[in-house]
């Protein structure tokens, strides 16, 4: 079995129906987007400035809408604020202990500003404009999460900042139209994590249009092998106060009983309080 069947079946659980691949693609390159996994021990190492310049041109480097670029990244070393902003996660210590911590933050007010250095007037700021900075804030994140993983350190996006988003924000000095989208804790990895398997690519990847009748029996096959390999902990079952704790809580039950609370309902009051007017 080569190296990417191998990822394939560890992030899928069946046998990767490649049929005939070209062999000049570079699938030991591949093989490594298919093993990557969230990083949550870090080693007592700190990520050196040339490596964590390199890889925000990386990120730099990440296509963005219209080349428009609406997008900031804040890298926060001063332990005294990565204490502060600590307090919000009941879950982890990363924030405060992981060596590097940096905040992806979507951007409309430089382009605001830009527009007005040129003498324009900005008249674009409706839901659209919001989910683009939305969407290059989160290829930016992706982009330096691959190059991060390539030069064999390890991440874990976490958007336990958003929890607390006028606290972060203040916290931050972010002025109107701009907000966080996601923290991510970077460092060289302690151990390496186990690799959380996918929906099979039948639920998720459609040709020539969108297909689910299906989906039941995917989502209780994928139920089952991913229960084989990875059961969910009962400290990561979730709202056990409302569904209580149960012995085969599935990635669809846990995601379900996930989506029937609602989650950060005041995001779109935030939004707009800092300048954003959503229609
Ligand atoms: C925007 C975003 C926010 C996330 N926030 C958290 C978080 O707050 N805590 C956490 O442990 N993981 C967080 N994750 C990581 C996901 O839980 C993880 O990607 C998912 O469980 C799949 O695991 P894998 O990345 O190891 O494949 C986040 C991921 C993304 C993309």
């Given amino acids: 079995m080569t190296d990417f069947e191998s990822a394939w079946r560890d992030r899928f659980g069946d046998a990767a129906d490649r049929g005939a691949a070209p062999d000049d693609a570079d699938w030991d390159r591949l093989s490594g987007f298919l093993t990557r996994r969230s990083c949550r021990r870090f080693a007592d190492r700190p ?101 991060a ?50 929906l099979p690519p039948a639920a998720v990847v459609h040709r020539n249009g969108y297909r689910d009748e299906d989906l039941p029996g995917l989502v209780d096959a994928y139920d089952a092998a991913r229960h084989a390999v990875q059961p969910i902990a009962p400290h990561k079952q979730r709202h056990p106060d409302k569904y209580g704790i149960t012995e085969t809580c599935t990635w669809s039950e846990n995601t379900a009983r996930q989506m029937s609370v609602p989650e950060r309902a005041a995001f779109s009051t935030f939004l707009r309080k800092r300048g954003f007017s959503l229609d």
């Avoid at 040339?50 to 990386?58: D, G, K, N, T």
């Avoid at 951007?107 to 500003?113: K, V």
């Avoid at 030069?151 to 966080?180: F, K, Q, T, W």
Wanted: charge should be negative.
């Fill in 149 to 198: 993983e390539a030069a064999g350190l390890g991440c874990c996006p976490i958007s336990v900042v958003r929890n607390h988003i006028d606290e972060a924000s203040n916290m931050l000095g972010l002025p109107d139209g701009v907000y966080p989208v996601a923290g991510l804790a970077l460092g060289w990895p302690e151990a390496t994590a186990q690799i959380s398997m996918r």
């Fill in 47 to 147: 990520v050196e400035e040339p490596l964590l310049q390199a890889l925000l041109a990386c990120a730099q480097s990440a296509p963005s809408k219209s080349d428009l670029q609406q997008y900031s990244i804040i890298v926060i070393d001063d332990p005294d604020l990565r204490g502060s902003m600590q307090q919000w996660s009941s879950f982890d210590d990363w924030i405060a202990t992981a060596p590097l911590f940096l905040v992806f933050c979507g951007d409309l007010r430089r382009q605001r500003r830009i527009a007005e250095m040129r003498g324009y007037e900005h008249r674009n700021d409706n839901l659209d404009t919001f989910m683009n900075t939305a969407v290059d804030a989160g290829i930016a994140l992706a982009t330096f999460v691959a190059a």
